[in-house]
């Protein structure tokens, strides 16, 4: 089982620099999201989707776009990188719906520098 | 909207011992579930445990075990009979309506042989 698949496990970005965090899951998951951590600061939700075409805002969306044309992919675009945007990155999927109790699977975590 | 607090930044514990992490959240919801995750070196998240927020019974899995007060709106997981490889952070987590997911700042947990 592939499960959740974040791609590239680590990237080295230069102040200004675009890039893309592939997101790929392989549960037929609704539900799949994107947070950033941070030493103290745990999770921290950057944006989320609940369907292909829907997307939305989460507590840190400032300096990050997304899209979700299929169900599998979900990926987060940096379209100016800042040193502020050093971090691990990860991904997360579940099933959507009333049944809260659905738990999120992970990708691996991408480390990203902005130098 | 929806906090999760702990408020213990780092935890050490001799193995064979038991260390309890606390949390504490806040939400308005009356259904919702809250979860404790392990971060392992490997940087992988897995879910420890999980609890319903209408059951009263504290959840249990093998030496995980929380304490929850619902009033108190406190989390807490202990471990028990601490091994080498509960070496990780810890991050307690909420979801409510809505099936955002969110987390605490962690705890760093170390299990001394």
């Known amino acids: 089982n592939a499960g959740v698949t974040q791609t590239p496990k680590f990237q080295v970005l230069k102040t200004g620099q675009s890039m893309t965090l592939q997101c790929a899951q392989d549960?037929?998951?609704?539900?799949m999201s994107w947070y950033r951590q941070d030493p103290g600061m745990g999770l921290r939700l950057i944006h989320y989707?609940?369907?292909?075409?829907?997307?939305d805002q989460g507590e840190v969306p400032n300096g990050y776009n997304v899209s979700r044309s299929t169900t599998e992919d979900f990926p987060l675009r940096l379209l100016s990188a800042a040193p502020s945007q050093t971090s691990v990155y990860f991904c997360?999927?579940?099933?959507?719906?009333?049944?809260?109790?659905?738990?999120?699977?992970f990708g691996q975590g991408t480390r990203l520098t902005v130098v | 909207a929806q906090t999760v607090t702990q408020s213990q930044p780092e935890m050490s514990v001799q193995e064979a011992e038991t260390v309890t992490l606390s949390c504490t959240y806040d939400t308005s919801e009356n259904n919702y579930y809250l979860f404790w995750y392990k971060q392992p070196p490997s940087r992988q998240m897995i879910l420890v445990i999980r609890?319903?927020?209408?059951?009263?019974q504290n959840a249990t899995e093998n030496r995980f075990s929380v304490n929850f007060q619902k009033a108190a709106k406190s989390f807490s997981l202990k471990i028990s009979d601490s091994q080498l490889g509960d070496t990780a952070m810890y991050f307690c987590?909420?979801?409510?309506?809505?099936?955002?997911?969110?987390f605490g700042g962690g705890t760093r947990v170390l299990v001394k042989p």
């Open positions: 609890q319903e927020a209408y059951k009263q």
């Open positions: 987590a909420l979801r409510a309506a809505g099936n955002k997911l969110t």
């Open positions: 997360a999927s579940s099933r959507r719906g009333a049944d809260i109790r659905t738990e999120a699977f």
């Open positions: 549960m037929n998951h609704e539900y």
């Open positions: 989707s609940v369907g292909a075409g829907i997307t």
